[in-house]
């Protein structure tokens, strides 16, 4: 099992930023990919989740309106579309599988090396 994020960088604040997380070893279609993150001094919080299945979650109240998470199934490819990013969203963004969405860092199976977003005011 391998999970490659990459799209993080530096970005003003009202900016953007799509982050990809590339799988591979495992079938994509029955588990569920899910983006973390964790800022500096901070504990890791869930973000959101996309099941192969079908359906997505957003566990933070801050990333709903601005946060997008897609699937490109074909390409066992999970996005997390970033719009008007804010100096709070500054922490390492970290793609996650599961069996199924769940905010719990603690209960995923294998994570990625992680992709750093700051941004700046």
């Known amino acids: 099992v391998q999970l490659v994020e990459s799209g993080g960088g530096l970005v003003q604040a009202g900016g953007s930023l799509r982050l990809s997380c590339v799988t591979s070893?495992?079938?994509?279609?029955?588990?569920?990919i899910g983006w973390f993150r964790q800022a500096p001094g901070k504990e890791r919080e869930g973000v959101s989740c996309?099941?192969?299945?079908?359906?997505?979650?957003y566990y933070l109240n801050s990333a709903e309106g601005r946060f997008t998470i897609s699937s490109d199934n074909a390409n066992n490819t999970v996005y997390l579309q970033m719009d008007n990013l804010k100096p709070e969203d500054t922490a390492m963004y970290y793609c996650?599988?599961?069996?199924?969405?769940?905010?719990?860092?603690?209960?995923?199976?294998?994570w990625g090396q992680g992709t750093q977003v700051t941004v700046s005011s």
């Open positions: 996309t099941s192969g299945r079908g359906g997505s979650v």
């Open positions: 070893g495992f079938s994509f279609d029955y588990y569920a």
């Open positions: 996650a599988l599961n069996g199924v969405c769940s905010p719990h860092s603690s209960d995923q199976a294998h």
